[in-house]
């Protein structure tokens, strides 16, 4: 395509999703929002609704489907004309309170694309928080799936769901990654012990955002770097099962008490408009519910016991191995007794099936390995490149930095043996 034909194509889809662009620069609250706006309840609730699932809990046929779909988008310029929409609205939609926000009608714009194609398809979640000892290492980055590392000269990906990509709008080249750990490998993130002290100890949507932007959502585009280091991230097909599994943390956050968190939106953002309210309950207008194994279409929890079990017996480890201050300051609803499933991440990943593209095989948990007792790795730092971009307070993460060092450190001290760290 030529530069004058790329312009052109550039122009209808803008023209297109003005729509989309509008809210982008709309969305927005009077700080302080937390009761119900008015008229959210005049809502409707969706007559059919997509439901996401964990990647690896996709059936071949499903992976297929969601496969296909999604290359033919790319042959029709979405996936770069996503990228590119990124780009020019990133400024509003990063390091405040729309984030969350904004990035959930977006996923869920994606997502409609995609239906197009094949009405039966959601878009995954990948929940990274179980990889974060060794990423590299997760099927999910395999080359049946989103591929590995960009080649060592070009750093072009040449594997996976997007290995034969090309870009017109969002850039001229390949789709580019450029893993942080070297040689293909990725450095540690954010674990799923983390993110549980997370969601027990937040009830503040100003510090869910930050505290969600600022580490797993950070960490994640940082170490696949390239194309995910960018504002024109949207066009690594990573992007979307990565902010499905932010936006399913969210929801989980809203879900364990609807009543004060579905419309809560505290937090500065710099405007000073009426929020956009019908992104903010699933199930209802457009949206997508959560997780499969957690959420019904309307937010409400399912009782999937195998999941709730998986979930007890890493929780009641956690608990039998930490001093019971460590265990009050940073997971109290342990603590106290009275944990809410959705505030819980320490899983198995039961009763999920393997990776379509093995063949569904037997799924087996690995075994935490010894070595590892009290090592859990520090977590990450997002670079000072990354907080300029995104417009980051780096004072706000300069301590949550320090907090969640603290939380390992004191996890470490007590000899604490994550499940997840099993390579030796």
């Known amino acids: 395509m030529?530069?004058?034909?790329?312009?052109?194509?550039?122009?209808?889809?803008?023209?297109?999703?003005?729509?989309?662009?509008?809210?982008?620069?709309?969305?927005a609250a009077v700080n302080g929002q937390t009761s119900t706006p008015a008229g959210a309840e005049s809502l409707e609730k969706c007559a059919s609704t997509?439901?996401?699932?964990e990647i690896r809990s996709l059936s071949t046929s499903e992976w297929q489907a969601y496969r296909t779909a999604v290359n033919q988008a790319q042959e029709q310029g979405w996936n770069d004309w996503f990228g590119w929409m990124h780009d020019q609205v990133a400024g509003p939609i990063h390091g405040n309170a729309k984030f969350l926000v904004f990035h959930r009608r977006f996923i869920?714009?994606?997502?409609?694309?995609?239906?197009?194609?094949?009405?039966?398809?959601?878009?995954?979640?990948?929940?990274?928080?179980?990889?974060?000892?060794?990423?590299?290492?997760?099927?999910?980055?395999?080359?049946?799936?989103?591929?590995?590392?960009?080649?060592?000269?070009?750093?072009?990906v040449t594997s996976g769901i997007a290995g034969s990509w090309s870009y017109k709008l969002s850039t001229t080249t390949c789709l580019m990654r450029k893993f942080?750990?070297?040689?293909?490998?990725?450095?540690?993130?954010?674990?799923?012990?983390?993110?549980?002290?997370?969601?027990?100890?937040?009830?503040?949507?100003?510090?869910?955002?930050?505290?969600?932007?600022?580490?797993?959502?950070?960490?994640?585009?940082?170490?696949?770097?390239?194309?995910?280091?960018?504002?024109y991230s949207p066009v690594d097909?990573?992007?979307?099962?990565?902010?499905?599994?932010?936006?399913?943390?969210?929801?989980?956050?809203?879900?364990?008490?609807?009543?004060?968190?579905?419309?809560?939106?505290?937090?500065?953002d710099g405007d000073k408009k009426p929020p956009i309210y019908s992104v903010m309950r699933l199930g209802f207008g457009k949206q997508a519910?959560?997780?499969?194994?957690?959420?019904?279409?309307?937010?409400?929890?399912?009782?999937?016991?195998?999941?709730?079990?998986?979930?007890?017996?890493?929780?009641q480890q956690l608990v039998k191995q930490l001093p019971k201050e460590v265990v009050g300051k940073f997971f109290p609803k342990f603590a106290a007794g009275n944990s809410h499933p959705l505030e819980n991440e320490l899983t198995t990943l039961s009763p999920l099936k393997p990776m379509a593209a093995d063949g569904e095989k037997p799924f087996h948990s690995k075994q935490a390995c010894e070595s590892h007792r009290g090592k859990m790795?520090?977590?990450?730092?997002?670079?000072?490149?990354?907080?300029?971009?995104?417009g980051a307070c780096t004072e706000e993460v300069a301590k949550l930095e320090a907090d969640a060092k603290s939380f390992v450190d004191s996890l470490n001290k007590a000899s604490y043996l994550s499940p997840y760290l099993v390579h030796d």
């Open 2 to 27: 030529s530069t004058s034909d790329a312009s052109e194509q550039k122009g209808r889809r803008s023209q297109r999703w003005k729509p989309l662009a509008a809210f982008t620069l709309a969305i």
């Open 50 to 53: 997509p439901v996401r699932k």
């Open 108 to 156: 869920a714009d994606y997502e409609q694309i995609l239906q197009r194609y094949n009405p039966s398809v959601a878009i995954p979640y990948w929940n990274a928080l179980v990889d974060y000892q060794q990423p590299a290492a997760s099927s999910v980055l395999g080359d049946d799936y989103f591929g590995k590392d960009g080649d060592a000269g070009s750093e072009c």
């Open 180 to 231: 942080n750990g070297g040689n293909g490998a990725i450095n540690s993130w954010y674990s799923p012990e983390y993110m549980t002290s997370l969601l027990q100890t937040t009830t503040d949507y100003a510090d869910l955002r930050n505290k969600i932007e600022n580490s797993l959502h950070g960490a994640v585009h940082l170490a696949i770097n390239g194309a995910m280091s960018t504002m």
């Open 237 to 268: 097909p990573v992007f979307w099962i990565h902010h499905s599994n932010i936006d399913r943390l969210y929801a989980q956050w809203q879900a364990v008490s609807p009543g004060e968190r579905t419309f809560m939106y505290t937090g500065v």
């Open 289 to 315: 519910s959560g997780d499969a194994n957690k959420l019904s279409s309307n937010g409400n929890l399912r009782k999937r016991s195998a999941q709730k079990c998986g979930q007890r017996d890493y929780a």
């Open 377 to 390: 790795p520090a977590p990450p730092k997002l670079t000072p490149d990354w907080l300029k971009m995104q």
